[in-house]
């Protein structure tokens, strides 16, 4: 993906929702998006498939490529065959993004059928083979149930099935298990682990939650107001995070796998308005290191470490800088 | 049965006297009737708290977590009598909510207030911040209105808004501003018991923790007593004194904060605990995560003996005949199994000991328990104040 830019034309002004966000990302390697709600994670990836409604949706600018092709550039009929086929996408909520007066056999078989030209009754003994393989009992009769005779985890795993039905190269996974109790998540990301090792699928993974990231990605960017501000490998992204915004998001979580605090560390004031962004970086407002510089000037995306990115003009822990010590202690 | 409580040494540091205690549940129970037909004829119960007891110190945090469907909400909704209970008494302070008056549950309710989950559907998009906050007063009467709009006023500046914003409507606010708004709300008339209801996970997570801060801060100035109601594990630990465990609308764990995490007693418990993710690669792919079977069955039939038996790895025959009392381990640290972990062999001895003074011994149970007698087994051995 290279220098994204997808905007929303509303009536209150544009909503710039990505504002230039590139990365890469390898075949079968697991790349997490991190971010809270509005920092443009999902947008980034309804971009890609070309999913962002239009009107008020556009992308800007930017290019997608994807196998040697730029998706962006794709009719829509090529596009077409792309979704599906080569990138699925999981959602959510499992139950919007069922159909509720159809069977979950028939929904699943209806791709089979359309992307790999399977007759109906190759696609529903295919149907029935993926309902075994991500884990729902007594697969062979509950293909013909309705999504309402599930439970909210089962719809995720038909969810799940309906993605993989066309052996995908790249899985979007957007906030699979937010809506998922904590046991039923813990089985959903170890079916996404199990399903990745053995069909080697690449897989992208759009969560608010750092706990879940950190199980399943093998590099993470981590996004706020539209861009990426910092990017690295799972281990140096947790072990030595250096935005103060990825700073922020640590801190302010309390953790089982240390002692409990006597306070917690919030991120000070409000996620910014994508309409009227604040001037320089974007993170400058509630930013505990801000210096005179970052009023003016955006930062970009600069390694600090090979392998490890962030977009501050402050190296927060790198540098000796005494202004940085006192905001530290300041925290 | 009640003999045996007093066998048995009840050191509950948290629970305390009679003096400090706020609010005593025993045995509480809402059954919702499941109805068809025309004539509404009944053809099935949801038990969605089915016999909870405990006790709550004045000033203390008792957080309520469990998943989806195992009554915490419920419970939460039916001390305030928001629900009215099918059986069980709740007393504030003494005072037995259960057979008041419509009118007389009104009048309590100034002792009483809830947060609620979701700030954009708990404030009335019509009224201004000034209306809603200053709601409460005029249901009660307190002060005329100037003394009101002063104190709505000086409520918003306490929960980190400013007095400014006394005009202006709740879509004009962020999610997290809005749950300061229903804070102020629920503060409006000083109540003692505040009852919050998964009070931040509808937040994002840097927004959470200014939250779930100011809640900490306001409990110091105002005295209050917090039952904190969530799912995440992690925010729980945080802000409780005592947290307990609720699966299918039983308690199955009640104990001091941490010590539940670092001992947890129940089985469920130990596999809610490992099912948290942990933001850190390492320790996430070290530490071992015991993955739950199945779903959560359905509270309209739930499993007889422990209701967590089709899905525990230590079940055994006892399990799915005898449903385990809620059982005191010491320290104030109870729970309901039959396989209890994490208990040295003297602290077993000793319950089990106490266990064959009781008239109900496990042996007698090993029909399926009917409900009305079976499932009202636990009370006496709840947090006793005495």
Redesign the interface.
């Known amino acids: 993906m290279k220098d994204l830019r997808t905007q929303f034309f509303t009536q209150d002004g544009v909503v710039k929702a990505v504002n230039g966000v590139s990365f890469t990302l390898n075949e079968g390697e697991a790349l997490g998006l991190v971010g809270e709600s509005g920092c443009g994670k999902s947008v980034s990836a309804l971009s890609l498939m070309r999913l962002i409604p239009q009107p008020p949706g556009r992308i800007v600018s930017g290019e997608v490529w994807f196998d040697g092709r730029n998706l962006l550039k794709l009719k829509e009929d090529d596009m077409r065959k792309v979704r599906g086929n080569d990138i699925a996408m999981i959602f959510q909520d499992p139950m919007t993004s069922l159909n509720p007066v159809l069977t979950i056999g028939r929904q699943i078989s209806e791709a089979l059928e359309l992307h790999k030209g399977m007759d109906r009754s190759a696609a529903r003994k295919r149907t029935i083979e993926l309902l075994e393989l991500v884990g729902i009992p007594a697969a062979r009769s509950r293909v013909d149930d309705y999504p309402h005779q599930f439970s909210g985890g089962m719809r995720q795993r038909v969810m799940i099935a309906m993605a993989l039905s066309c052996e995908p190269k790249l899985l979007l996974a957007d906030e699979p298990t937010t809506a998922l109790d904590v046991t039923i998540q813990a089985q959903i990301l170890d079916l996404i682990k199990r399903l990745r090792q053995e069909l080697g699928m690449a897989i992208i993974m759009i969560t608010h939650d750092l706990g879940v990231v950190a199980g399943i990605a093998d590099r993470i960017n981590v996004m706020y107001a539209g861009y990426i501000v910092e990017t690295g490998t799972a281990d140096e992204l947790f072990h030595n995070p250096r935005h103060p915004y990825t700073l922020g998001l640590l801190k302010s979580i309390p953790r089982l796998d240390e002692p409990r605090k006597e306070k917690l560390v919030p991120i000070e004031g409000l996620p910014p308005d994508l309409v009227d962004p604040p001037p320089g970086c974007p993170f400058q407002p509630r930013c505990p290191y801000a210096v005179e510089r970052c009023v003016p000037e955006n930062p970009s995306l600069e390694p600090v470490v090979p392998g490890h990115r962030i977009a501050c003009w402050v190296d927060v822990t790198g540098s000796a800088n005494p202004q940085v010590e006192l905001a530290a202690q300041a925290v | 049965m009640p003999s045996t409580t007093t066998t048995r040494p009840m050191h509950v540091p948290t629970s305390g006297t009679a003096v400090g205690e706020l609010l005593r549940v025993d045995n509480l129970q809402v059954h919702f009737p499941i109805t068809r037909g025309i004539f509404q004829r009944q053809v099935g119960t949801v038990r969605a708290v089915d016999g909870v007891s405990f006790a709550i110190k004045q000033g203390e945090t008792l957080g309520l977590v469990g998943?989806?469907g195992c009554g915490k909400s419920t419970t939460g909704r039916a001390i305030l009598q928001l629900h009215k209970p099918t059986g069980g008494s709740v007393r504030l302070q003494g005072k037995e909510l259960t057979t008041l008056s419509g009118e007389d549950v009104r009048r309590l309710r100034r002792e009483m207030q809830m947060v609620f989950q979701d700030p954009y559907a708990s404030l009335n998009p019509r009224k201004r911040v000034g209306s809603i906050i200053g709601g409460p007063m005029k249901i009660h009467g307190v002060g005329d209105k100037g003394e009101r709009k002063q104190r709505v006023q000086d409520l918003l500046e306490t929960v980190g808004l400013s007095p400014e914003h006394y005009n202006r409507f709740p879509h004009e606010f962020?999610g997290?501003?809005r749950q300061r708004i229903g804070v102020a709300r629920a503060l409006a008339l000083r109540p003692k018991l505040v009852v919050a209801d998964e009070p931040v996970s509808a937040l994002?997570?840097?927004?959470?923790?200014?939250v779930?801060?100011l809640l900490?801060e306001l409990q110091d100035e105002f005295h209050l007593t917090y039952i904190f109601i969530a799912?995440d594990?992690?925010?729980v630990?945080?802000v409780s004194d005592r947290i307990a465990v609720m699966y299918l609308g039983k308690l199955v764990e009640l104990s001091p904060?941490?010590e539940l995490?670092q001992r947890p007693i129940m089985p469920y418990t130990e596999?809610?605990?490992?099912?948290?993710?942990?933001?850190?690669?390492?320790?996430?792919?070290q530490r071992e995560?015991i993955?739950?079977?199945g779903?959560?069955p359905s509270p309209i039939d739930p499993p007889s003996g422990c209701r967590f038996h089709p899905r525990c790895r230590y079940m055994t025959e006892i399990c799915r005949e005898v449903e385990p009392p809620l059982t005191d381990y010491g320290n104030g640290h109870f729970a309901a199994c039959h396989h209890p972990l994490n208990v040295d062999a003297e602290t077993l001895r000793r319950v089990e000991a106490s266990e064959k003074l009781s008239p109900r011994s496990a042996d007698e149970d090993a029909t399926p328990v009917d409900p009305g007698k079976g499932r009202s087994q636990p009370v006496p051995r709840i947090p006793d104040s005495r």
Do not use: T
């Not at chain 2, 596999?271 to 792919?285: G, H």
């Open positions: 998943e989806s962020s997290g501003q994002d997570v840097s927004v959470q923790a200014q779930i801060n900490d799912h594990l992690g925010v630990r945080h904060a941490e995490y596999a809610l605990l490992s099912a948290v993710p942990i933001p850190d690669p390492d320790l996430s792919e995560r993955v739950l079977q779903d959560v």
